[in-house]
């Protein structure tokens, strides 16, 4: 490691060393990311997780015995209790009040999002309002509110620091109908360029009469979302991006009495009380009951508590401190790094200070010339290394569209073309667009990441300057 740069980042971070309980876990339980020379750089995709994660859950399913929670059989009351034990466990680490929160364990924070987009009562009059900065998973909760004649309206974020321009909110919260049911949803960070929008827009909304749906699967691995502060009704988030393990499962944190409001289009095994075929009748039951359709992941679910325990084990204070000086380091150099015509390497999109922004960092590289390197050869050279990072456009579209320039003209010719009228292809795209960049290059910090890892993402992009 070059020593001076390990003092100039000091320097410029020097709260960094207070973190360094994080350097001793990763020696310990994240040993294999070293063994491996990984330099894993994709936390926004997937979190990483600790090896006495994996040992605490094999330790318990090797221990009982449990089977499936819809009886009264010991081994099904045993499953019940824990994912009992495991909900109770994630208000309580979102500080959520049992009394005003409930939680509905889904597949990850798309599962999440289709129960509130496929029982919330859009209809005429009704509204889905959502930043253009957005998870596809979140802009497609709009074919449901089209299809049921709600209207749908995007606000525009802004490049360069592909922010909403703040004054312009009250406006759009005044075009939500009086009495109508009008959904507002924003990402708590964004996949895309880091950005964290103001929570504060919460208040704001419900003052104005919308539900608010807040998307916090970017946000919660490296930031406490505390619900005793901020009152969001729906809440999706995926465990595997906090802590890694287990795959598979999510949470949708809902206000009970927003809960209240949504309309189940079918019910299923699991979800109702009473249920006749003769009569074709059902009754549904109660709170998060009527949203877990079939078997809970009745296994998986108690690692969640085991995943919670490790995030508060290392807190909140301390990943989030860690993750500021690596971005902050991240783009202090990569904004530095130009060719020798004067050219700058990167374009970054988002904020190129660490102020309300978290760990994901998306940019284009350029050539002397100032000509894009296309994102797929830098993935392609990256992997060479065995960096991971990721390229695309993150299934963030509205993000991608502002970051990249492409305007609704040209969107809308690429979307009319004859013979496309079903199907469109990436590389259908790409032709489309013509020679203007179709994705970026995304590196996230996350949990165990260190300075070594900055590091050699630093290298590797130098190396392009040549
Ligand atoms: C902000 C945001 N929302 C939603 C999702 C969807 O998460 P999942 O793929 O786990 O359903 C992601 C995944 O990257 C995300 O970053």
């Given amino acids: 490691m070059n020593n001076t740069e390990l003092v100039a980042f000091l320097h410029a971070y020097p709260s960094y060393p207070t973190t360094h309980i994080i350097d001793d876990l990763r020696a310990t339980e994240y040993a294999r990311l070293d063994v491996g020379e990984h330099v894993y750089l994709d936390y926004t995709g997937g979190g990483l997780y600790a090896e006495t994660q994996v040992r605490r859950h094999h330790k318990l399913l090797s221990e009982h015995v449990f089977g499936n929670p819809h009886s009264s059989n010991p081994t099904s009351l045993a499953a019940t209790q824990l994912v009992q034990h495991a909900r109770e466990y994630v208000l309580k680490f979102f500080n959520a009040n049992p009394d005003e929160y409930d939680v509905i364990f889904a597949q990850n924070a798309s599962g999440a999002l289709k129960l509130v987009g496929e029982s919330y009562p859009f209809g005429k009059g009704g509204h889905y309002l959502l930043t253009f900065d957005n998870h596809n998973s979140v802009n497609g909760i709009r074919e449901f509110a089209h299809a049921r004649g709600a209207e749908v309206t995007y606000i525009p974020v802004a490049l360069p620091d592909m922010r909403v321009d703040a004054s312009s909110l009250d406006d759009y919260f005044a075009r939500g109908q009086k009495g109508a049911h009008n959904l507002f949803a924003f990402p708590a960070q964004s996949n ?12 704001k909304a419900h003052v104005a009469g919308w539900d608010v749906l807040l998307d916090a699967a970017a946000f919660a691995p490296t930031n406490y979302l505390d619900l005793g502060k901020v009152k969001p009704d729906f809440v999706p988030l995926s465990f595997y991006k906090m802590f890694g393990y287990p795959t598979g499962v999510g949470a949708l944190i809902a206000r009970k009495e927003a809960l209240g409001k949504l309309h189940r289009p079918w019910f299923a095994g699991g979800t109702i009380t009473v249920a006749s075929v003769q009569e074709d009748k059902y009754y549904l039951a109660e709170g998060h009951t009527a949203f877990e359709d079939g078997t809970p992941d009745y296994l998986n679910i108690p690692a969640v508590e085991i995943g919670l325990k490790h995030i508060e084990s290392i807190g909140y204070d301390v990943i989030h401190t860690r993750v500021q000086c690596l971005t902050g380091w991240l783009l202090d150099n990569l904004t530095r790094m130009k060719h020798s015509t004067g050219e700058p390497l990167v374009r970054l999109y988002g904020p190129t200070t660490t102020e309300a922004r978290g760990g994901s960092v998306s940019a284009n590289f350029y050539d002397k010339d100032g000509k894009a390197i296309d994102h797929r050869f830098i993935e ?19 993000a991608g569209e502002v970051a990249l320039g492409l305007s609704r003209v040209e969107l809308d010719v690429c979307f009319t073309q004859p013979g496309h009228e079903q199907r469109l292809s990436v590389d259908d795209f790409r032709l489309c667009i013509n020679g203007k960049n179709s994705g970026a290059v995304r590196v996230s910090v996350g949990l165990v990441t260190n300075f070594n890892d900055v590091q050699a993402f630093l290298s590797f992009a130098r190396g392009l300057l040549g």
């Fill in 380 to 398: 392609s050279e990256a992997n060479k290394v065995n960096i991971s990072l990721r390229t695309g456009c993150f299934c963030n579209p509205g």
């Fill in 192 to 203: 895309f360029s880091g950005v964290q929008h103001p929570l504060e827009w919460i208040e």
